[in-house]
């Protein structure tokens, strides 16, 4: 449907679709388990706090909102994995001269040096689950997924505006 109509449900392209949706799900779940075993569990860390270092690591300063907003997870999860990651001291609050009552994070030193070992996992990782696409395909998917996430973000934006998802 180039024009942007929906398929007719039990048709092929429907077919296709559903079967997409169900693919995405899989894929949704089953990343927990590598990254848990080949990322998180080596570092001493949940998966939770795992994608807070990632985030912050990223895209830099960052409020508790704009994470729940970049993982898409509660803020009840978000604010868990802050508080351990604080007590840990891999993050600490950054002044916003912006906005004084915005309380964005950062990593410490003790973050970042965290963040820094855990890349030879996160690379092995990577190399498993996607190393064996080429470098063209990893693009191409790159881009793909860039586009789902959009259109995820864009679902749920439209159902709550509470959990805006950014990426």
Same mark, same amino acid.
Do not use: C
């Given at each position: 449907?180039?024009?942007?109509?929906?398929?007719?449900?039990?048709?092929?392209?429907?077919?296709?679709?559903?079967?997409?949706?169900?693919?995405?799900?899989?894929?949704?779940?089953?990343?927990?388990?590598?990254?848990?075993?080949?990322?998180? /569990?080596?570092?001493?860390?949940?998966?939770?706090?795992?994608?807070?270092?990632?985030?912050?690591?990223?895209? *830099?300063?960052?409020?508790?909102?704009?994470?729940?907003?970049?993982? *898409?997870?509660?803020?009840?999860?978000?604010?868990?994995?802050?508080?351990?990651?604080?007590?840990?001291?891999?993050?600490?609050?950054?002044?916003?001269?912006?906005?004084?009552?915005?309380?964005?994070?950062?990593?410490?030193?003790?973050?970042? $040096?965290?963040?820094?070992?855990?890349?030879?996992?996160?690379?092995?990782?990577?190399?498993?689950?996607?190393?064996?696409?080429?470098?063209?395909?990893?693009?191409?998917?790159?881009?793909?997924? /860039? $586009?789902?996430?959009?259109?995820?973000? /864009?679902?749920?934006?439209?159902?709550?505006? /509470?959990?805006?998802?950014?990426?």
């Amino acid at each position: 449907m180039a024009n942007g109509a929906k398929p007719e449900p039990g048709s092929d392209e429907a077919e296709v679709r559903l079967g997409l949706l169900i693919r995405l799900l899989k894929l949704g779940s089953f990343i927990n388990t590598p990254m848990k075993e080949g990322v998180s /569990d080596p570092a001493g860390v949940g998966t939770t706090e795992l994608r807070v270092v990632m985030a912050l690591a990223g895209e *830099g300063a960052l409020a508790g909102h704009d994470l729940v907003g970049i993982m *898409g997870m509660p803020p009840m999860n978000v604010s868990r994995a802050l508080a351990s990651l604080r007590e840990r001291g891999w993050i600490e609050y950054a002044p916003d001269p912006e906005n004084r009552r915005r309380r964005p994070m950062v990593l410490t030193e003790a973050g970042h $040096e965290a963040y820094t070992k855990m890349q030879g996992n996160l690379s092995a990782v990577a190399d498993a689950l996607v190393g064996g696409l080429g470098p063209r395909r990893q693009q191409q998917f790159a881009a793909i997924a /860039d $586009e789902l996430i959009d259109a995820m973000a /864009d679902w749920i934006s439209s159902r709550h505006e /509470d959990m805006k998802i950014k990426r």
